[in-house]
């Protein structure tokens, strides 16, 4: 039981670079949800999906879309990378009945 | 839109006495507040979790409260220890199920002196 995991660990893109950040947990968890974590910002939303086949808008969703490919896979994807995408990126599942969110390890992302 | 503000970004505090943290939020009242605990390069850990409908939520050595009329929620460690040193996030569950909109605060960097 791996819960959630994220890959990768670490990226370095170029601006105008694409790529995707993949998330995947284990739990049978409908609930799926990106973030992204500056300093002294702490998390926001990008973007969530509440089941399999419908995703959400979070807080700040402008450069980002996002895939629920199936109820395990939640991937968020960045077009053409910008330097305000410097962050780190984080996924979570939420429990359908204890509500608590777990997360994954996070992706530390760097757009030069 | 709703906001969320954590006390400071920083608290200092001797090892065995109690620390408390808190969170303040605008606008309407969340159905549920978590607080999670994060250190660093980690991901949030999920502590606690309280609902609307109730004051009190008490785990081990923490202790958080829920204020709907001053809009506010206090999260507390007695008798602390270098071990719970850390960054303490609180989140507001905006709806009254497992697909709800979590908003985050800023989180407060906790640190215990021996």
């Known amino acids: 039981n791996a819960g959630v995991t994220q890959t990768p660990k670490f990226q370095v893109l170029k601006t105008g670079q694409s790529m995707t950040l993949q998330c995947a947990q284990d739990?049978?968890?409908?609930?799926m949800y990106w973030y992204r974590q500056d300093p002294g910002m702490g998390l926001r939303l990008i973007y969530y999906?509440?089941?399999?086949?419908?995703?959400d808008k979070g807080e700040v969703p402008n450069g980002y879309n996002v895939s629920r490919l199936n109820k395990r896979e939640f991937s968020l994807r960045l077009e053409s990378a910008a330097p305000s995408q410097t962050s780190v990126y984080f996924c979570?599942?939420?429990?359908?009945?204890?509500?608590?969110?777990?997360f994954g390890p996070g992706t530390r992302l760097t757009v030069t | 839109s709703q906001k969320i503000e954590q006390n400071s970004e920083a608290l200092n505090i001797q090892e065995g006495k109690t620390a408390t943290l808190t969170c303040n939020y605008t606008?309407?009242?969340?159905?549920?507040l978590q607080w999670y605990r994060q250190d660093p390069g980690r991901g949030p850990v999920f502590l606690l979790l309280?609902?609307?409908?109730?004051k009190e939520k008490r785990k081990e050595r923490l202790k958080v409260t829920f204020d709907t009329t001053l809009k506010q929620s206090l999260f507390h460690i007695t008798a602390s220890q270098p071990a719970d040193s850390a960054t303490y996030l609180c989140?507001?569950?905006?709806?009254?199920?497992?697909?709800?909109?979590?908003?985050f605060g800023s989180g407060t960097r906790l640190s215990i002196r021996p």
């Open positions: 989140a507001l569950d905006m709806g009254y199920s497992s697909a709800s909109k979590i908003i």
């Open positions: 606008n309407y009242s969340p159905a549920y």
């Open positions: 979570a599942s939420r429990g359908d009945r204890t509500y608590e969110q777990y």
């Open positions: 999906s509440a089941s399999e086949g419908t995703t």
């Open positions: 739990m049978n968890h409908n609930s």
């Open positions: 309280i609902r609307e409908n109730e």
